[in-house]
């Protein structure tokens, strides 16, 4: 591990990174450090790489194998000055490559400008506004319905159980279906993807692309065969409804988007998409609520504050609690942007080609922007909006996550729903401890609680 090297003096010397001070360049043994860097995140995780940014400070220089040098970033000066550089200086869709492997390569997310923005804007509506609004009775209603299925008094995965009803939800609100079997049938492939996507064989495939791991994947193709024989003949049948320009679902408002010069979107296009929405949507937000509950059911005070507003309908506190819980648990804990040219970070210059990764997990514990960074504690965030920089679970620039909006809004209507008509309690007295996978960052126990609907007498 080695840090970026320091250029006094960018213009005078726009040559490409030095050896850290100290320590003998190696670019030959590169691949080897960088094998043992990767095996080393793998197997440390997080609390590694918390480790050596304390160590290294607020930029670090990691070659790994497949990904080129990484240079990773803990300071929020220079996250702002990476989402605020242009986009043909750093680019956003091959920053998120290793993502390309399951969500393809049409999907708006690696797609890089003009056409990223292009896809963007048609996405944008069916995520905000009145559409956004019309959600709201979907999401009361699957949390109530899952609510029905919970185990009395018996302990079970909050994880597991939010992964079922957000994948409902998500499902109803992009395909505008209601009938069980339908929601089931449509949800099926796409989980299978996830499924796949949380698996580290994305990431080896996308560092290996080179020898065609990519391009070969059965077990993937199978499961886009599959994703695109239940999706098609909707397409088409929607094609056919004369009611489709009233309908608010996210494939019917897709189908209907026009670009600035009035063009429609293919249906490849649309599929992809979908496929962004649902992996993008579903697997955060159910992480998202399990860290809450983890958080409130070891909080009496915390928790009688939010089931006040959700008798009320008040949302503040309850807004500042899915702050702190995304600030100390972001399920997504970095993302990336690649310089195109030589690119001076703060005091560093960095070569063509380098991958920028915004530390996202340490970014929102950066000591500098938060005091006592690593308790849990939403007052920080009552009365102010957090800083766009300094918490960053979203990302940001022009990349931020568009689902921001709607996931807020499903994790406030899902916990007021939860704590209003039932009753919890953690089933161990400390808290989850963090585990990744691929990707994201989930409970390693699945944030394991008992649950009783409210106004049940106790059972004998
Ligand atoms: C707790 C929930 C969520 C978290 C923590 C989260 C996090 C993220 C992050 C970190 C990014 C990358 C941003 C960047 O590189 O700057 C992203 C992108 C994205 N997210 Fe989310 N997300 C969440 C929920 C959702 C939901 C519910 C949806 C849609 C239904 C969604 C759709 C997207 C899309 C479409 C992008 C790509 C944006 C672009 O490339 O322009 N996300 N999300």
Same mark, same amino acid.
């Given at each position: ?11 005078? $010397? ?17 691949? /080897? ?83 990223? /923005? ?54 109803? %609100? ?19 993807? /996830? ?31 599959? %994703? ?31 670009? $600035? ?88 210059? /960095? ?110």
């Amino acid at each position: 591990m080695a840090i970026v090297s320091k250029q006094v003096s960018v213009e005078s $010397d726009p040559g490409p990174i030095g050896a850290p001070p100290g320590l003998p360049t190696l670019p030959g043994l590169d691949a /080897l450090f960088g094998a043992a860097y990767g095996a080393g995140y793998l197997i440390g995780g997080e609390r590694l790489a918390h480790r050596l940014i304390e160590h290294y400070g607020p930029v670090m220089r990691v070659p790994i194998v497949g990904l080129g040098t990484l240079a990773v970033v803990s300071d929020p000066e220079l996250v702002k000055q990476v989402f605020t550089a242009k986009p043909d200086v750093l680019l956003g869709g091959e920053g998120v490559g290793p993502a390309a492997a399951i969500y393809g390569h049409e999907s708006m997310f690696v797609l890089e400008e003009p056409e990223h /923005l292009r896809r963007r804007k048609l996405l944008t509506p069916p995520l905000h506004g009145q559409a956004l609004e019309s959600y709201g009775p979907i999401i009361a209603d699957e949390t109530r319905r899952a609510m029905a299925r919970f185990p009395i008094d018996r302990p079970f995965r909050m994880l597991r159980a939010a992964r079922g009803f957000t994948l409902d939800i998500i499902v109803r %609100v992009i395909f505008g279906v209601s009938d069980r079997a339908e929601i089931a049938r449509l949800g099926h492939p796409f989980e299978e993807l /996830l499924d796949l996507g949380l698996t580290d064989v994305a990431v080896v495939r996308y560092m290996l692309r080179d020898i065609g791991t990519m391009r070969w994947w059965p077990r993937l193709a199978r499961i886009n065969r599959d %994703v695109v024989s239940v999706v098609a003949p909707l397409i088409a049948q929607r094609r056919r409804d004369p009611e489709l320009s009233a309908r608010q679902d996210m494939l019917s408002l897709l189908m209907c988007a026009r670009t $600035d010069t009035g063009e429609a979107m293919t249906d490849s296009e649309i599929i992809a998409d979908l496929i962004t929405l649902m992996l993008a949507g579903h697997e955060t937000s159910a992480t998202t609520l399990s860290w809450m509950f983890d958080e409130l059911l070891h909080r009496p005070d915390a928790l009688a504050r939010v089931r006040a507003e959700a008798e009320t309908g008040a949302t503040e506190y309850t807004m500042a609690v899915i702050n702190e819980t995304m600030r100390l648990r972001p399920p997504v804990p970095f993302t990336a942007r690649v310089t195109t040219g030589h690119y001076q970070l703060g005091d560093y210059l /960095l070569e063509p080609g380098t991958r920028i990764v915004l530390y996202i997990d340490a970014v929102n514990k950066n000591p500098r922007t938060y005091l006592e960074p690593h308790r849990f504690q939403p007052e920080r965030f009552l009365g102010t909006r957090p800083s766009t920089y300094g918490w960053i679970p979203f990302g940001g620039g022009i990349k931020r996550c568009l689902g921001a909006s709607f996931s807020q809004r499903e994790l406030i209507i899902a916990t007021h729903t939860l704590l209003r008509e039932g009753d919890f309690t953690p089933v161990h007295s400390h808290e989850d401890r963090p585990v990744r996978r691929s990707a994201v960052v989930i409970p390693r126990g699945g944030v394991e609680i008992r649950y009783r609907p409210r106004h049940c007498p106790p059972s004998q």
